[in-house]
């Protein structure tokens, strides 16, 4: 493993340990070794390169160490995106593949692969996806793959990738119908409004909420 | 003084049971230093003054956000001495899941399993004695909105237990529990509750939960924390709930069964096309016929003529008037079967001419109902009722109100936004006719044209529409979505509907009835002592002058504030007795059945939505009546419309 990719191993653990809180050098070593020699020299030297800075045991980015770790997180859950919804893997059997594709995708085809899922802004774990130039241009120009239930037809069956609201309420409120990512649910009627056949319960939503939930047709 | 804390799940009927369950006293203050309201109320439960306390909806306990602070805050600071939870049947595996975590806070918990004619629809049924055995406390049925099982539930509160819920939490989460509720002080309570959530992935609630048990820079339970939630790769919360639902599971495979929906190949098919637009609408049409004619026709036609010129008047009349004959004082004599007697103002109206029709009502209503019906008509009229600023969901309450507006108004709780229950609220005062004068009306118009039938219907289905728009454009605006389950459609089960019809009957004979005497004898009154002229005098400029119709129409004003059928029942007699021509009734009928809600109907607007608000329905909802009232009178005038 030469310097480059440990490096990017480091700055995406920094990362995530940022996202639910703060990272110290003992909870990053212990994440990264054995699998990685994470040395005192290698942490000195990447403070050095300006990545990262450590105070007191407490390591954290830099302007210039999240530039650098943004489109690896990016790669990696996207990649766990690609995984779960198209090739239908489970979260859990995602990880390692999503570790080769982070180093190996080229930004087009990130792009392309941003695209085709539908610009998803969270990774099937739940943490969010670093958004890409494409998604500020919502791109369609690939036919994407994931589509939301306005773009689908009825009887169409869809496979639902995931939900893609802010608005918590919503959520909660179609998960305790039945509707959350993974479910297979069949377009029933589109006009007046949304009705929607999973398992043997119907549900009828509006436009707006139907717009929110984004899947593979299958 | 008992505590009881009303807990439960966004939209499972928490505040409808809260309010068919408090008798005084309600308060709704936000929280201190939140934005949360909880209402409180005061109930005597076997002789001990209780106090309710209604929260908003959680979908947890451990999120941060303020709902569930508040609610953790309750549980912990105020510690109620029962837990209502109050559970929507038909998803009771999810509200078992919850009711598992309630459990932890060590207080007895009555299961309220509320919305059992849902789960019903849907085949779902609870063998409830297992239910409370394994759970080891009550559990109760109920339909809050109907007041169904609060009578159980009043018994259930001194029995209640703290449940039973078998969760197995994995061995090393299970034994950080342990240990960290060991370290709590001993008169801290809810000590399980406590410890999981010091656990909590979620900072403010884990902090909130360690300040409560003075944890907080106490090293040791810190470096717990630590090590528990680096033990697990999942969320601590996360690993805590999938036990629980576990639990869940298996409490519900035990305690329930599915029984298949009653229903055809073709039942289904006319539920599919009942909400597509065309043939929805088709469908929609050819209820409606048959409504008016089952109701409207041999209701309101042939039992109602039977009933007050045969039964009451040649059959029972004669009776009547020669038991009154031998008492000896004039003035009670004219009491019972004067002009404004019990007997002619009171009796008959009330037996005679409304109870029958709306006992037709409510049947052919409960059939339509029963079969799922209304949920596709919900489907199909949303988009319009985006228009008046509400959505699919308003539906129910607003067809509710034919049946009864008071009811309907109970109902508008299942509105999510203060918009749109106060939009339904208005327009359900304003313009929806419940049975009882829907009733009247259909006898009423029997005898005149269609196209006075047809004036009538237009000119406040317009109106309403109108009312929608403008209160939806000035109203801020706060949206919120429409996501509903769709009961599968069924062939109507003839017990529920008889059920039904029964207690919706005995519900009008109890609550209605009686005002008709009282109104008979104000009415009464108020002629003896010669006020009754007098008001007549006094209205008469905006009566005879501006709505140009005779001064007795004072009394149905009167009579129509009590039970706005009393009211239109007057006007029978008016038409009858030659005082009133048909363009005179329709604007009469207008005038009476937008202006004034009934008693029961302000009371419930004037408690739901407080004074302020109530009394700019009232009035509104008055001046837009004597205005729609003056115009039709002026505008039949100039065109010389007779009908």
């Known amino acids: 493993m030469n310097t480059v990719d440990i490096t990017a191993e480091v700055l995406e653990a920094i990362w995530t340990f940022e996202e639910v809180g703060s990272c110290t050098v003992d909870n990053l070593k212990r994440r990264l070794n054995p699998e990685y020699v994470l040395d005192d020299a290698l942490l000195s030297e990447l403070e050095r390169s300006g990545y990262v800075t450590i105070h007191n045991q407490q390591i954290g980015l830099t302007e210039k160490g999240i530039d650098n770790a943004r489109p690896i997180i990016r790669r990696h859950r996207l990649a766990e995106r690609l995984l779960t919804d198209i090739l239908g893997m489970t979260p859990e059997e995602t990880e390692e593949s999503a570790c080769e594709y982070e180093h190996v995708l080229a930004p087009g085809l990130t792009e392309a692969i941003c695209t085709l899922l539908g610009h998803p802004r969270e990774c099937p774990h739940g943490s969010a996806i670093p958004e890409g130039e494409c998604c500020k241009r919502a791109d369609v120009s690939i036919q994407s793959a994931v589509k939301t239930l306005s773009g689908m037809e009825v009887g169409d069956t869809v496979r639902i990738s995931y939900i893609r609201s802010d608005d918590h309420v919503i959520i909660n409120k179609l998960f305790s119908l039945g509707i959350s990512s993974g479910k297979t649910i069949k377009l029933r009627q589109k006009f007046p409004t949304y009705v929607l056949q999973i398992d043997n319960s119907q549900v009828a939503l509006e436009k707006n909420v139907a717009g929110c939930i984004c899947g593979l047709k299958i | ?643």
Do not use: W
């Open chain 2, 1 to 643: 003084m008992r505590k009881i804390l009303i807990a439960g799940m966004p939209g499972v009927g928490k505040s409808t049971l809260f309010r068919a369950f408090v008798e005084k006293d309600i308060s709704c203050v936000n929280y201190a230093g939140t934005s949360v309201p909880v209402s409180r109320g005061k109930v005597k439960i076997d002789g001990v003054e209780t106090e309710l306390i209604d929260i908003p909806g959680t979908y947890g306990l451990t999120h941060h956000y303020e709902n569930e602070l508040v609610a953790r805050r309750i549980l912990v600071e105020e510690k109620p001495d029962v837990i209502l939870q109050v559970a929507d049947t038909k998803n009771l595996k999810r509200m078992l899941a919850f009711t598992g975590q309630l459990a932890e806070f060590d207080i007895p918990l009555v299961l309220v399993l509320n919305m059992v004619d849902e789960a019903d629809q849907k085949g779902l049924k609870v063998k409830r004695h297992i239910l409370e055995e394994k759970l080891a406390t009550r559990v109760v049925e109920t339909i809050a909105t109907d007041g169904v099982g609060i009578s159980a539930l009043h018994d259930a509160v001194a029995k209640a237990r703290v449940p039973q819920f078998p969760v197995r939490f994995p061995p090393a989460l299970a034994e950080a529990i342990k240990v960290l509720s060991e370290l709590i002080p001993a008169e801290i309570p809810a000590k399980n509750a406590l410890a999981a959530l010091c656990l909590s992935d979620e900072e403010s609630t884990s902090e909130q939960a360690m300040e409560t048990c003075r944890f907080t820079g106490d090293s040791f339970v810190e470096a717990q924390q630590k090590k528990t939630r680096l033990s697990f790769h999942k969320p601590i919360d996360r690993v805590l709930s999938t036990a629980r639902e576990a639990c869940a599971d298996r409490l519900f495979a035990d305690s329930t069964y599915q029984i298949p929906v009653r229903t055809t190949a073709l039942i289904e098919k006319i539920g599919d096309l009942a909400r597509e637009p065309f043939t929805g609408m088709l469908i929609l049409f050819a209820l409606l016929t048959a409504l008016y004619y089952i109701v409207g026709q041999f209701a309101a036609g042939v039992i109602v003529d039977f009933m007050v010129k045969d039964f009451f008047g040649t059959i029972l009349g004669p009776h009547v008037d020669s038991v009154v004959a031998l008492i000896p004082y004039a003035f009670i004599r004219e009491m019972i079967t004067g002009k404004y007697g019990l007997y002619p103002l009171g009796l008959v109206p009330s037996f005679g001419l409304v109870l029958p029709i709306i006992v037709a009502f409510y049947l052919t209503f409960g059939f339509i109902e029963d079969s799922g019906y209304f949920s596709r008509l919900s489907i199909l009229l949303d988009r319009l009722f985006n228009k008046i600023g509400l959505n699919g969901k308003a539906m129910l309450p607003i067809i509710l109100g034919f049946s009864c507006v008071s009811m309907a108004t109970i109902a508008t709780r299942v509105l999510e936004t203060k918009k749109e229950r106060f939009i339904a609220i208005f327009l359900l005062s304003l313009g929806v006719p419940c049975s009882a004068k829907l009733s009247v009306i259909l006898v009423v118009l029997a005898h005149v044209s269609i196209g006075a039938f047809m004036t009538v219907c237009l000119t406040i289905f317009s109106i309403m529409i109108m009312a929608g728009v403008i209160l939806s454009r000035i109203m801020p605006s706060e949206t919120s979505q429409f996501i509903m389950e769709v009961p599968p459609i069924r062939i109507p089960s003839i017990r529920n509907v008889l059920k039904q019809t029964y207690r919706r009957s005995m519900h009008f004979v109890k609550e209605a009835t009686p005002l008709f005497f009282v109104g008979a004898i104000s009415l009464f009154t108020l002629d003896k002592v010669g006020f009754l002229l007098f008001l007549e005098h006094a209205m008469s400029p905006l009566i005879k002058g501006f709505l140009g119709l005779p001064e007795q129409f004072a009394e149905a004003l009167i009579m129509g504030f009590l039970r706005g059928e009393a009211g239109i029942a007057i006007l029978k007699q008016l038409v009858d007795s030659g005082a009133m021509n048909t363009p005179q009734l329709v604007v009469a009928l207008l005038v009476t059945l937008m202006s004034i809600p009934c008693v029961t109907n302000f009371m419930l607007i004037l408690k739901d939505l407080g004074a302020k608000s109530a009394i700019a329905i009232i009035v509104t909802v008055s001046t837009c009546a004597i205005l729609t009232g003056g115009a039709m009178n002026h505008t039949l005038k100039f065109f010389n419309i007779v009908f």
